[in-house]
């Protein structure tokens, strides 16, 4: 099976166009202020494409160990299934060492606000009630900001959720769709094993037959050579019946 028609090969490329963009979009995200909206949104988006990738590099080591069992039946060698591994190994790697920048920056970024949100709350501690006010309003905004953040994140989590659940449910059915595939195919070379079978039998019958008349009419005469032929004639229409009609 040649690389372009090799599934592998054809997942592979998807999944590599996946890490190309990750990869731009991380250092992106390198490039932008820590205290930007911009880095927050792109820190999420970048999670989520870690998660995704790492999953269907995942479901592509299931598809390698499947070959593994019997790589004849699907025309490959152990050098190809070795470098296929190497492949979703160095893959893993990539995705992972992205993952772990976005995480601890992330980390980082939290440990910061935390600092911020120290100091804020010794400057609501000062007794001039006018700036207490504006500290309360400003924690109150704060609040309203988080809680809306944290509810467009589920929002999205849900989102990827469901379409995790629709791409896993499409790769199922595309896998019945091949299991049914390949048992019409066995079933259809059984057939033609059979009848291959049945008309090497009928060809001996017949060489058989054309031995004997051959040996008839070198002894018969001619009357008798006659009657053989018409006798012979008749038992091939009784054979060709049996055989062919029956």
């Known amino acids: ?49 870690c998660e995704s990738i790492e999953w269907q590099v995942d479901e592509l080591d299931k598809a390698i160990s499947v070959a593994a069992r019997d790589p004849s039946w699907y025309g490959i060698d152990e050098a190809e299934l070795e470098k296929r591994r190497r492949w979703t190994s160095t893959a893993r790697t990539q995705v992972g060492n992205v993952k772990k920048a976005v995480v601890a920056g992330k980390e980082l970024n939290l440990s910061g606000t935390a600092s911020v949100n120290g100091m804020h709350r010794e400057l609501m501690r000062m007794p001039d009630a006018q700036q207490t006010d504006k500290s309360n309003q400003y ?33 199922e059915r595309i896998g019945g769709v091949g299991l049914t ?30 031995k004997k008349v051959a040996m008839v009419m070198k002894k018969a005469s001619a009357k008798g050579q006659l009657m053989m032929i018409v006798f012979l004639v008749v038992l091939f229409i009784i054979l060709f019946v049996l055989v062919f009609l029956t």
Do not use: C
Request: aromatic letters at 6%; glycine letters at 0%; hydrophobic letters at 35%.
């Open 1 to 49: 099976m040649s690389s372009a028609q090799d599934p592998f090969y054809i997942v592979k490329e998807e999944i590599q166009e996946s890490i190309d963009k990750l990869q731009s979009s991380f250092h992106q995200w390198e490039r932008i202020s820590s205290d930007s909206g911009e880095q927050v949104r792109l820190t999420k988006e970048l999670l989520a494409a």
């Open 181 to 210: 595939i390949h048992e019409e195919l066995l079933a259809q070379e059984r057939i033609i094993d059979d009848l291959d079978t049945e008309m090497d039998t009928t060809s001996n019958r017949l060489d058989f037959v054309q």
């Open 139 to 171: 924690t109150q905004d704060n609040d309203d900001f988080i809680q809306s953040e944290s509810d467009r994140q589920m929002l999205l989590i849900k989102q990827q959720d469901d379409e995790l659940d629709e791409l896993s449910a499409s790769v």
